[in-house]
């Protein structure tokens, strides 16, 4: 069972736009929520994280929305550049313990 | 450079052999995971360790695979008589545990198997 949902599967985003992912979880127990990057033949990079005590955390052009009532969150790249097309993973922990990863979104920012 | 990293990066055998797998944390990061990444999914929870205890072992790991982190700092997989479903990226992270926290998790690059 999927305890992570993402969505769109993929996405194309023009250099400069906006990219919106989203993800939805079902237990409510979990209480940290990070989004990572990963490029192709490498391991999973950190990019932003959040806890379910505030509803939107901002590094850099790098956002996430937090919809505790909706078990939902979502990651925003403002201003997308080529060197942003990755595939993100949405993760959900209790306690920061063993992330559950969702199933990852392509992102292809065209120039 | 300070980051987890794994060894080997890439590793090729037959169905039947067993294999090993290294990987070393970042240097004060007191607990270490293992995942397993098949192509077009998320990483999957395998096992973690906090120092040198196994603390967690998912059910997806079957009695042909074990961990160890022998003395808290480095930890090595192990998958006997390999099988085909067995290829995949398998991957480490590392965290820190202090107090009653447990702070982010970093990966390193993995180690990609394929069992022909």
């Known amino acids: 069972q999927q305890q992570v949902k993402q969505s769109p599967q993929s996405l194309i985003v023009q250099k400069g736009g906006i990219s919106i992912i989203n993800c939805a979880y079902e237990?409510?127990?979990?209480?940290?929520f990070p989004w990572y990057q990963q490029f192709p033949g490498k391991g999973p990079a950190l990019l932003i994280a959040?806890?379910?005590?505030?509803s939107e955390k901002k590094e850099g052009r790098f956002t996430i929305s937090f919809n505790k009532s909706a078990k939902q969150f979502s990651l925003h790249i403002m201003d997308s550049q080529p060197g942003d097309s990755a595939t993100y993973f949405c993760?959900?922990?209790?306690?920061?313990?063993?992330?559950?990863f969702g199933k990852g979104n392509q992102v292809v920012v065209i120039p | 450079d300070t980051g987890v990293s794994q060894d080997p990066r890439h590793k090729i055998t037959k169905r039947g052999q067993n294999v090993t797998f290294r990987c070393d944390p970042i240097?004060?990061?007191?607990?270490l995971y293992w995942y397993r990444q098949t192509l077009g999914q998320g990483p999957e929870f395998l096992t973690y360790?906090?120092?040198?205890?196994?603390?967690?072992k998912s059910r997806l790991l079957s009695d042909r695979f074990s961990a160890e982190r022998p003395k808290g700092s480095f930890s090595t997989l192990e998958i006997q008589r390999t099988e085909q479903g067995d290829s995949a990226m398998y991957l480490c992270?590392?965290?820190?545990?202090?107090?009653?926290?447990?702070?982010?998790?970093?990966f390193g690059p993995g180690t990609r198997l394929t069992v022909t």
């Open positions: 992270a590392s965290s820190l545990f202090y107090g009653q926290s447990s702070y982010e998790q970093y």
């Open positions: 237990n409510t127990a979990f209480d940290y």
């Open positions: 959040i806890r379910p005590d505030v």
């Open positions: 993760a959900a922990s209790i306690g920061n313990n063993r992330l559950a």
């Open positions: 240097s004060e990061h007191n607990r």
């Open positions: 360790f906090q120092n040198e205890a196994q603390l967690e």
